[in-house]
């Protein structure tokens, strides 16, 4: 299947070595742990999962109906084509903008210091923009299939439309996504004009990346804190390589940063379990063999590994506001989504994105089991290690916000 989409990747002159260095190339030591290094290819076009051949239903797809249906609305501007429209639609905020100067994705050969590639994210949507570039890249959310992949064309056109498409998975099916169709977020060592080298740095930026070796080939904004990583800190607007006016959002905020980063591999991981217990439940018909997996994944879910902050750290208000904007707060005020920045980065440890669509998408005995783990931790007398960094306080406002605010969670919770 990779060599097929290959011959038809050939034409946009995409990678096919970088491809291959991107599967094979690199050891996997931050996420090897997580299936006890075990992030081999998962054999995802066979049943039970058929990746490619099966219809998806994402906000994508969500979208691309409604606009069959009733005709779409979205504007074109002559900079950044359908851009701003498409992320309206999709409720993406343009605050929650990233930006890279790595020659690292699909489009590379347009993407430099001076016209980076920026990236906007929601909790199921990520969508990708490069300045003069033929297409806009996105991925979604879905329930069975985890991440799927898009492209829009940036030509005007009278119904611009998305094309799904596999050929994305030279790159985004890897050990570094977990062996299944998912996100990338990498940190990388660069030279002066966005050129990779592949020999050096290149694990995810997940919440446990040490803060020494994030931003690689990426400019960030915020506290200056972020020197301390391998990113080109915007400080002052005067100096900037590029035209900040050719995106709709400021700068590259640090926290938005820092969220993709936990989200992207959250996003991966759930994708993971499920193709694993879906298969498992096909060949055994049962999921226990998945238990050690189950708990690494608590151990993401509750930031055990979290790297801690060098010091405390600030972004831009226009990302937390958005980001909060869709925050379930308890009767006490407090929501998952409340970030801490101080030395770590949320208040209250345990995954905002727990009881949303993908990982309601989970198996269901897999999803049960989390769920029955996570209210043994969080109601037991001291917290069984390694989740004691979370103290009675904590665990109690986890506990509270949850049961306040996750019904599908609490559901699968043993009656006391
Ligand atoms: C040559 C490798 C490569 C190919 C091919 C590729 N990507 Fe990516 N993609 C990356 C890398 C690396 C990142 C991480 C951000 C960066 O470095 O630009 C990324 C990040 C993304 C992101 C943001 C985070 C995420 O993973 O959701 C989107 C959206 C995306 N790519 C969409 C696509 C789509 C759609 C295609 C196919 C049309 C595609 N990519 C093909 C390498 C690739």
């Keep these: 299947m990779i060599g097929a989409s290959l011959e038809i990747l050939s034409p946009m002159a995409w990678g096919v070595c970088l491809g291959l260095l991107w599967t094979f190339g690199f050891p996997d030591q931050a996420d090897g742990g997580d ?9 995802f076009e066979r049943n039970p999962i058929r990746y490619s051949t099966s219809s998806s239903e994402t906000a994508v797809d969500r979208l691309s109906r409604q606009w069959s249906e009733e005709g779409h609305s979205l504007a074109y501007h002559s900079g950044s084509g359908y ?8 409720d993406i905020a343009p605050a929650s903008q990233v930006l ?5 994705s699909a489009q590379r050969d347009l993407i430099s210091p001076r016209n980076p590639r920026a990236i906007y994210f929601n909790d199921e949507v990520y969508v990708g923009f490069i300045p003069g570039a033929p297409l806009l890249e996105l991925t979604a959310a879905d329930a069975r299939l985890g991440t799927v992949f898009y492209t829009m064309e940036q030509r005007r056109q009278k119904l611009p439309r998305f094309e799904r498409t596999s050929q994305c998975l030279e790159c985004h099916a890897a050990s570094r996504t977990m062996g299944v169709p998912g996100h990338l977020f990498r940190s990388f060592s660069v030279d002066d004009q966005g050129f990779v080298d ?7 930026m997940t919440h446990r990346l040490p803060f020494a070796e994030r931003f690689g080939g990426w400019y ?11 990113g080109r800190w915007l400080a002052d607007s005067d100096e900037l390589d590029f035209d900040p006016g050719a995106f709709p959002g400021e700068g590259s905020d640090v926290v938005a940063m820092m969220v993709l980063g936990h989200q992207v591999h959250f996003h991966n991981y759930v994708t993971r379990l499920n193709f694993e217990a879906r298969i498992a439940l096909r060949q055994y018909g049962h999921t226990r063999y998945l238990r050690a997996q189950i708990e690494a994944f608590l151990r993401y879910l509750l930031f055990v590994d979290e790297a801690p902050f060098p010091s405390p750290i600030s972004g831009s208000s226009a990302f937390s506001e958005s980001f909060g904007k869709r925050a379930k707060p308890d ?9 801490d920045l101080e030395d770590r980065l949320f208040k209250y440890r345990c995954s905002y994105l727990i009881g949303g669509e993908p990982f309601e998408g989970l198996e269901t005995s897999v999803r049960r089991q989390v769920c029955r783990r996570l209210q043994q931790i ?3 007398e001291s917290a069984p290690p390694p989740f004691d960094h979370l103290d009675g306080v904590e665990r109690r406002a986890i506990h509270r916000i949850l049961s306040e605010t996750r019904p599908g969670v609490v559901a699968l919770w043993a009656q006391n």
């Design 100 to 104: 890279v100067f790595a020659k690292s």
């Design 220 to 230: 960030v904004s915020g506290d200056p804190v972020v020197e301390q990583g391998h």
């Design 378 to 380: 969080l109601e037991k």
């Design 198 to 204: 592949f020999t050096a740095l290149g694990d995810q």
């Design 35 to 43: 299936f006890q290094g075990s992030t081999h290819l998962i054999e």
């Design 331 to 339: 009767s006490q005020g407090r929501s998952l989504r409340d970030f």
């Design 83 to 90: 851009l701003e429209g498409l992320l309206e639609a999709l």
